[in-house]
């Protein structure tokens, strides 16, 4: 079935250091793809999307672009900082007929002064 | 423009309790999904909504039964509750449109002693 795998981390970076978290995912068919963050004592919030290929997501700094050759949806930063310590989520819609996300297990990020 | 508003944020209820959750999505959102997230299970789907009729279910056993109301506010229950339902309960609402993502509230905390 459509499932999403990510790196699970911890990853611990230092200040302005560059991010990469690797997702990869499995669907039938193009479906788009979305990055959630999660702060502490927070629940989700949408960073970035996708919704066809080669399309690139964007904001706050973050990119990912997807890439059908490689069922790839990486999520990266040039410079991170402390504020965006925090769980980051790679996720994509499943199911037909019903609107169902999937997500990875999450990758816990920690950014050190 | 009001986020999703989800109460109470926490809850503490004994082992064989039943318990109310409400989510009230973002006016003009038609969908309304539930999210159990552990930290030994991740992020699972529970029910999604969508003027008022239920679309799809997760793996969760009969206890869990949720509804949606005509203004498309949401109820999850849990009846005969166990140590294991312990977790956070999020509620996401959509406008239905896989492309564009949910917008998730902050979140219930259940704990179950």
């Known amino acids: 079935g459509d499932s999403v795998t990510q790196m699970e981390g911890p990853v611990t970076l230092s200040e302005e250091a560059f991010l990469t978290i690797n997702c990869t995912y499995t669907a039938t068919g193009y479906p788009s793809l979305f990055w959630y963050v999660q702060y502490p004592g927070e629940g989700l919030q949408l960073l970035l999307k996708a919704t066809k290929a080669d399309d690139k997501g964007s904001n706050k700094g973050f990119e990912a672009t997807y890439r059908k050759e490689t069922t790839s949806f990486h999520l990266e930063k040039g410079s991170v900082q402390v504020s965006d310590s925090a769980v980051y989520f790679c996720?994509?819609?499943?199911?037909?007929?019903?609107?169902?996300?999937?997500f990875g297990k999450g990758t816990k990020l920690s950014v050190i002064p | 423009k009001a986020g999703v508003t989800q109460t109470p944020r926490y809850l503490i209820k004994t082992r064989g309790q039943q318990v109310t959750l409400s989510c009230s999505p973002i006016?003009?959102?038609?969908?309304v999904s539930w999210y159990q997230q552990t930290p030994g299970q991740g992020l699972q789907f529970l029910f999604e909504y969508f003027s008022e009729t239920q679309r799809n279910k997760g793996n969760f056993p009969g206890r869990f039964s949720g509804r949606q109301f005509s203004n498309s506010r949401s109820e999850m229950n849990v009846s005969t509750l166990e140590l294991g339902d312990s977790a956070l309960y999020l509620c996401?609402?959509?406008?239905?449109?896989?492309?564009?993502?949910?917008?998730f509230g902050s979140g219930t905390r259940l704990t179950v002693v």
């Open positions: 996720a994509l819609p499943i199911g037909a007929g019903s609107y169902q996300l999937t």
């Open positions: 006016s003009g959102h038609r969908s």
């Open positions: 996401a609402s959509s406008l239905g449109d896989r492309r564009h993502g949910y917008t």
